[in-house]
């Protein structure tokens, strides 16, 4: 298949397909008489599990590791563990992140004018801004 076939299948644009391919995490494909890409099966769900891993956040070089370990299938999975569990706590420093800057914008909010006026707005009353 050329690569405009691989991209609807997988639902990976073009340009990101050559950017796996000069990264390594694809395969370089043959090419037809024509100098068109030409990939195989394989090349697909290579694709799509590099894009799953994408979308859990995982970065090129550890899928670059991952895929280096599907062709070892009896090799102790700790690396992998290892990389995961690592995830799962920036995944949780985001969460403690994001539930800090919720509570600032809820006491912001909070401070609020009850007349709702500007020059009462806790944000900007605070800056300074306001005459």
Request: charged residues 30%.
């Amino acid at each position: 298949m050329r690569i405009g076939e691989l991209a609807k299948r997988t639902e990976v644009s073009v340009a990101t397909i050559r950017f796996y391919e000069r990264e390594g995490l694809l395969l370089r494909p043959s090419r037809s008489a024509a100098n068109y890409r030409q990939y195989g099966p394989d090349a697909a769900l290579r694709l799509s599990f590099i894009a799953q891993c994408r979308s859990l956040g995982i970065g090129v070089g550890e899928i670059r590791r991952l895929l280096v370990l599907t062709e070892m299938p009896g090799a102790d999975c700790g690396e992998v563990d290892a990389m995961l569990d690592a995830h799962i706590e920036k995944v949780r420093e985001q969460r403690r992140s994001l539930a800090k800057l919720e509570r600032a914008l809820l006491a912001l909010r909070r401070d609020c004018d009850p007349l709702g006026q500007v020059q009462g707005c806790g944000i900007l009353r605070d800056s300074k801004l306001v005459r």
